[in-house]
């Protein structure tokens, strides 16, 4: 096949293919199409070389996309050809001297894109001048300098990423920036977020983490408020602390700031996914007003001092406990040389006494043993049941309502700080450092509206009238 014949089907072959030359049409074709489960309109989009070849992709008017078996198309007509240009364009990013200047940090997560039909890959806007294109509105909140550090998914950072991005954050704030905002993936944000929250201590200026749920050529993108809103939030806002800025309710009324040490990704696809568990956001963010809904946070300062302790010591995991989890998991991984296990436990954390021995052989061993919940609200509560005293006679440790994930966070940092005194690692993980832990759960900290019942229905139709 010629580049010539590849440009005309990029993506399509087979029956696919087929159906096009019988009709006449290739890609970035405006097209009918006529099939057994209706009739669309739409630009037909290329696809990617690893995409099946049983389905045409049309770009709607709506701007969505959708999908045509090509067993269900019964005729195609070419109404027009429009070659669509996905490119972010780049414009110059105006300064202006009465501006905070804001350092924009990116790890590879697409917070402002476009999707490149040509290879199926998102382009991710990140120069000021693109992110500019993308997104003009910013050029009213802040100056902005960009760094990229990686470019990879959010499930590819790990420890030595963590190190990399809390030593930046700490040279950004040292530097005279009245605010840094990191662009993150949203799958493992909280876990970075943790990370940074324990890396980089008592920041004199706010430090943002800010992602997307929908990539911005959709039409129900949250990606442009997001990141307005977090770039506001760390040129302008008064709160210096380690806070993930995504949307609040499902709709774009307004953004949350949770704290770094409690917030935790909830959905997989709605735009409203983080939330703060066990306690309530710091504050609401709407079109450049803050409004705290805490009174504990720390103040933005003059100052450019920052505590940053980039360590993390990778021989830690967490163990997500199940009914009849038998002691091989834990005696590998004692095995393998790692030197600090997390445990989600059930209830107010439990395990069976099937793996006693090896929380004993852990334990003589000097790996350091910590309970969580794997209910993610309420305590740890090992004095309530026989079954949780004999845990805590193994030398587990309760870590009262820190997140399984924040406590792995922890943990490897505790670990990595003092790799040779174990009970250093144990009084840091036992000392509230960033709000990874409350002196009690509030009353509204826990709410779970359970749909279908008739007092949430009620509530519900008040609301969203």
Request: net charge negative; proline share 6%.
């Amino acid at each position: 096949m010629t580049t010539a014949e590849k440009d005309l089907y990029r993506g399509y072959r087979g029956p696919t293919r087929e159906l096009m030359e019988r009709f006449g049409i290739t890609v970035w074709c405006e097209i009918k199409a006529r099939t057994t489960r209706g009739d669309f309109e739409g630009l037909l989009l290329p696809r990617s070389e690893t995409s099946d070849e049983l389905h045409l992709v049309l770009k709607l008017g709506s701007g969505y996309n959708v999908g045509l078996r090509h067993d269900t198309v019964l005729e195609l007509e070419k109404v027009g050809y429009r070659e669509a240009h996905y490119r972010i364009p780049e414009k110059e990013f105006p300064t202006d001297e009465a501006h905070p200047n804001v350092k924009l940090l990116g790890t590879g997560g697409t917070i402002a894109s476009r999707l490149d039909y040509r290879t199926g890959a998102v382009i991710p806007a990140f120069s000021p001048g693109e992110l500019y294109g993308s997104v003009p509105e910013l050029a009213d909140v802040c100056n902005l300098q960009t760094e990229k550090l990686f470019g990879v998914f959010s499930e590819n950072m790990g420890p030595e990423e963590y190190r990399i991005l809390a030593e930046k954050t700490g040279e950004a704030i040292r530097e005279g920036f009245d605010g840094v905002v990191i662009g993150h993936g949203t799958d493992t944000m909280h876990h970075t977020a943790a990370a940074l929250s324990f890396m980089v201590q008592k920041p004199p200026v706010p430090v943002i983490m800010v992602g997307s749920q929908r990539s911005s050529d959709r039409p129900s993108s949250d990606a442009a408020q997001n990141l307005i809103n977090a770039a506001w939030v760390a040129g302008h806002g008064p709160i210096a602390e380690v806070m993930v800025c995504m949307f609040g309710p499902t709709s774009d009324l307004y953004n949350l700031l949770h704290r770094g040490t409690r917030v935790r990704k909830m959905h997989s696809s709605v735009r409203s996914t983080f939330r703060t568990l066990g306690d309530i956001p710091v504050a609401m963010v709407d079109r450049e007003r803050i409004t705290p809904l805490k009174d504990d946070w720390a103040p933005r300062r003059d100052d450019r001092e920052v505590t940053v302790q980039a360590a993390f010591d990778e021989r830690v995991t967490l163990i997500y406990y199940y009914p009849g989890m038998r002691p091989d998991i834990i005696d590998a991984l004692i095995d393998c040389g790692y030197r600090g296990i997390v445990m989600a436990g059930t209830g107010l954390g439990h395990v069976n006494r099937l793996i006693y021995p090896a929380l004993e052989r852990a334990r003589d061993a000097g790996v350091q043993v910590y309970m969580t919940l794997q209910t993610l609200w309420g305590f740890v509560q090992m004095h309530v049941y026989e079954t949780g005293r004999e845990i805590l006679e193994l030398g587990v440790v309760p870590l009262a309502n820190m997140l399984p994930e924040v406590a792995y966070i922890k943990l490897g940092w505790a670990l990595g700080l003092h790799p040779d005194d174990p009970e250093a690692v144990k009084e840091l993980m036992t000392t509230n450092v960033a709000g990874e832990m409350t002196e009690r759960e509030p009353h509204d900290g826990y709410l779970i509206f359970q749909g279908g019942v008739p007092e949430v229905q009620e509530f519900l139709e008040k609301v969203l009238r």
